[in-house]
């Protein structure tokens, strides 16, 4: 059974940083699209950023609205990755979810039905 559990999310004023990561158990994939997507008040959830992890190294991918603030990255070992939020804004105020796909990242990779296993969610909650 794969368990994603999210940690790192709270609530900081404008301007200021968190970092989220997750880890994953109860897999062993030789290649994995793992990272997040976000869901704001009174909107649908949308893509933020992915990590593919192969055996030929790592590939990112970022939603428009968070490129060159976030930073996603392989924590220590596969199973592990984290989500620096820098440069916060009002508007990234969301629950985060973890999600995983134990194959190459969809394409699109914001393509949500493909990822097969998601967290509970971590509130971000950023004021002005």
């Known amino acids: 059974q794969v368990r994603l559990v999210e940690s790192g999310g709270g609530s900081v004023q404008a301007g200021g940083s968190l970092r989220l990561s997750c880890a994953a158990s109860g897999y062993t994939y030789s290649d994995v699209c793992m990272g997040w997507f976000r869901r704001a008040p009174g909107k649908e959830r949308e893509g933020v950023a992915i990590?593919?992890?192969?055996?030929?190294?790592?590939?990112?991918y970022y939603a428009d609205s968070v490129k060159g603030r976030f930073t996603i990255s392989q924590g220590n070992g596969k199973n592990t990755v984290s989500l620096q939020m820098n440069s916060l804004k009002p508007e990234d105020t969301a629950t985060y979810y973890c999600a995983l796909d134990n194959r190459r990242c969809p394409v699109p990779w914001t393509r949500q039905p493909a990822y097969n296993y998601w967290g509970q969610g971590t509130q971000v909650t950023i004021s002005s």
């Open positions: 990590i593919y992890i192969g055996t030929g190294g790592a590939t990112t």
